[in-house]
C-alpha cells in the first residue's frame, strides 16, 4: 500500500512532445547533477568537482566509521568488512573515463524525458580501491551463483518503485583480474567525494556510470539473473516501435566518443566560440568501452570532409580516454567543427543517432559552432 | 569591427515568452555550471564539488607558477605579487556563504534567459588568504582612488561585449577591515580548485557571488565609478517598466533566504519526497548578507500558518549560514513545507517576488513537495 501511494507522486516515463522545451523537473534534475564544463578535457585526470555527477536520488548521509560492506548470498563465507579491512586488501588505482548512458539524451528528437544531458556528462579519475576478484575469493563463491548484486545506500523511488540503487554484474566478469572491477575508496588519492560515493563505490572499467554502484554496503551472489528496476526497467535499449513489454537490450559498455574543447572563447548565452584567423591547436579527448580509440577524424565543415587527427596511445592507461590534437587553418566566417572516434573494434559515431526510448547511448558526434572574427 | 562580429554570436537580453520551456541555451549553460544538491545543505563547510558554481566564459588554463598579481593604477608603489609573495602575508581564514546573485531566476514568470537557477545556488566555504586591506595598504592607495576594480583571467563575450570579467568595489569598503574582503588561494585547507578560481579569487563577505572575481590578475584603483559591463549593464536591478535605458539599481549584497533539507526521499524525476508519518525533524541553513539571521519560520500547510525554527548562533562565523532545525508531525496525505528566513534589519523572505529583468535577487521562499505514507 505504500508504494502504491508513493507511485502517486512517481510517474511513468515519458517522452517529450514536439518542440516541448525543457521542463521544470529536468532542470531540477540539471541543477542537481552536473556535467564536465568541456574546457576541463585539458586535464588527463578530472578534478572531482568538474568530474560529472549522476545521483538518481539524495547523496546519502553516510560516514566511513561503522560503515561496513556485507558480503551473502552465496558465498562459503559471508563477511562484513570494514574500511580498515578492506585497506588491508592489496591496493590497485586504475585511471578510468566514466560517462553517464544518458549522455546525449537531450539531444534525441523526441526527447526522453529524464537527465537533460547535452553532451558533457563525463570524467576520469584515478581510482584506488581492492579489486572485486579479492574480496569474492575471500567469500569463496560458490559454483551455482551466476550474478553478484551490488546495492547502494541511495534510496528512493523511481517510475514508480520503491528501491536502494541496485545493480548485478554476472559472473565471471566480476571475478575476473582482466575486468579490472574495483571496490573503491579513493578518488584522485584523497577519500571519495560524498557525491562520487563516499565511502566505498563500485568501479567497472569500461562501462556506463550506471554500473558503477556508489555508496556501496552490500554484494550479494545469486543463482539467477538480477531482475531489479535498474537491470530490468531503465537501462534497457528500446527503440521507438518495441511495446513497453519489449525487454529491450541492457546498456553495458561505453559506445566510443571524441569531444574537443572548444576552441577560442565564449559568448556567454550561446556557446558560439570565437577564434582568430590563423592556425589554431584543436585538442581533445577520446575514449571507447570497448577497447582502444583507433582513429579520431575533425571535420571543420560540419561533416562534409574529415581529417585525421594525432592520438595518444591507450597505455598506460587503458580505460581512460586518450588525448587527440589536429591543427586547423581557421579563416574568417562561421563554421562548424566536429569530432568522431573509431576503436579497435571498428565502432564509429554516427552522424545521426539511432533513437531509443530511454535516450541511452546517444554518441552523434559533437558540432561546435565557432566564429572566425 | 571584431567586436561587431562577435556581436553577430552574442544576442541581447531576453525574456522567455510565456509557457515557453527552457532552451537549449539556457540548458548547457545548467549542464556546466552546478548547484548544491539540497541534501548537502547538512555540511557545515560545502565540499568544493558540491558548492555551487557558475562561469561566465571558460575556466582559465591558470598555473599558479608564474601567476602574478598586478596592483596599480593610483597607487604610490605598483605592486606585482605572485603567490610567495601573498603567502607571506598574515593568512587569514574566513567561513563564507556565497550565493549567485541570479538563484531563483528560472522560478521568476517570464523567466529572463540565463542561467536559470532554481534555489539552490549556494555554498559555504572556509577561504584562507590574504586580507585585501592589507595588500592595498601596502601599495598605498592615493586620496584620489574612489574605487578598487577587479579583472579575472576569465575572458569571452556576453551581450555582444568582449571582456575580461571585471567588477569593482567602492574604497572605503575594499579597504575596511570589517567588510572582510579576501584576496584567497585557498578553500577548505586545499588550493583553489580551478572552478572556484585557481590559483586566486576575490571573497567578498555578505555580497553575491558576481563580487567574488575569480582568477584574479589585477587590482587597478581608480578615480571615478567603474562603468564595466559586468558593474553598469548586468547585476542590476530593473523594473518591467524601466526602460533599457534605466541604470537600476546595483546588486550588492546577498537578501535573506532559509532552504531546508527536502526531508525523507525522493521520487527521481519529480523529486516530490515521500516520508513516513510521525515526528520529523527538518532542518536547513539561512543567511543574509545584510547582518545574522534573527528569525526562521517553517510552514507545513504552503504558507497558511508558520511556526518557529530553533537557529544556530551567527558566531563564531558572522558571514556564514546559521542552522536551524524544526520538529514536524507528519500525517498521512500531500503537504507543502516552506521556511522563510528574517534577518537583524528585518528583511524578510517574500511569498511573491518582484519580478527584475535580469532576474536577480528572488528570494522568495522554496517551497518543498512532500508525500506522506
Known amino acids: 500500500m505504500e508504494q502504491a501511494s508513493a507511485g502517486d507522486v512517481s510517474g511513468p516515463a515519458r517522452i517529450a512532445r514536439a518542440g516541448e522545451g525543457i521542463g521544470e523537473d529536468e532542470l531540477a534534475l540539471a541543477a542537481r547533477n552536473h556535467g564536465l564544463p568541456l574546457e576541463a578535457l585539458r586535464y588527463d585526470v578530472t578534478p572531482p568537482g568538474l568530474h560529472y555527477v549522476l545521483v538518481h536520488y539524495d547523496i546519502p548521509d553516510a560516514e566511513a566509521d561503522g560503515w561496513s560492506l556485507t558480503v551473502g548470498g552465496l558465498v562459503r563465507t559471508p563477511l562484513s568488512l570494514g574500511l580498515d579491512a578492506l585497506r588491508a586488501f592489496p591496493a590497485v588505482t586504475r585511471r578510468v573515463t566514466m560517462e553517464c548512458a544518458g549522455n546525449g539524451r537531450a539531444r534525441l528528437t523526441p526527447r526522453p524525458v ?20 579479492l574480496v569474492l575469493e575471500r567469500a569463496g563463491v560458490r559454483s551455482d551463483a551466476v550474478e553478484a548484486v551490488f546495492s547502494g545506500a541511495d534510496h528512493g523511488v523511481e517510475r514508480g518503485v520503491e528501491q536502494d540503487y541496485r545493480r548485478s554484474l554476472p559472473l565471471p566478469y566480476a571475478t575476473g583480474e582482466d575486468s579490472g572491477v574495483l571496490i573503491a575508496y579513493a578518488m584522485n588519492g584523497l577519500p571519495l567525494p560524498p557525491q562520487h560515493g563516499y565511502p566505498l563505490r563500485l568501479v567497472v572499467p569500461g562501462w556506463y556510470g550506471m554500473a558503477h554502484v556508489k555508496w556501496l554496503r552490500d554484494i550479494t551472489l545469486v543463482d539467477a539473473p538480477f531482475t531489479g528496476f535498474q537491470q530490468s526497467v531503465a537501462y534497457r535499449f528500446r527503440r521507438a516501435a518495441d511495446g513497453p513489454d519489449d525487454p529491450g537490450e541492457p546498456v553495458t559498455r561505453i559506445a566510443p566518443r571524441a569531444l574537443m574543447i572548444p576552441p577560442g572563447f565564449p559568448d556567454f548565452m550561446s556557446r558560439t566560440r570565437i577564434v582568430r584567423p590563423g592556425r589554431v591547436r584543436v585538442r581533445g579527448r577520446a575514449w571507447s568501452g570497448h577497447g582502444a580509440v583507433a582513429r579520431v577524424e575533425v571535420s571543420a565543415d560540419d561533416g562534409l570532409t574529415w581529417s585525421r587527427a594525432e592520438v595518444a596511445a591507450a597505455q598506460p592507461h587503458p580505460w581512460a580516454w586518450q588525448a587527440w590534437s589536429w591543427v586547423w587553418t581557421a579563416a574568417p566566417g562561421r563554421h562548424v ?12 559515431q554516427p552522424l545521426e543517432q539511432p533513437w531509443n526510448r530511454g535516450g541511452f547511448g546517444n554518441n552523434a558526434v559533437q558540432r561546435v559552432h565557432v566564429l572566425c572574427v
Open 114 to 133: 529524464s537527465q537533460p544531458w547535452l553532451v558533457e556528462a563525463v570524467g576520469t579519475a584515478d581510482w584506488t580501491g581492492v579489486p572485486l576478484s
Open 337 to 348: 567543427l566536429s569530432v568522431r572516434a573509431t576503436d579497435t573494434e571498428g565502432r564509429t
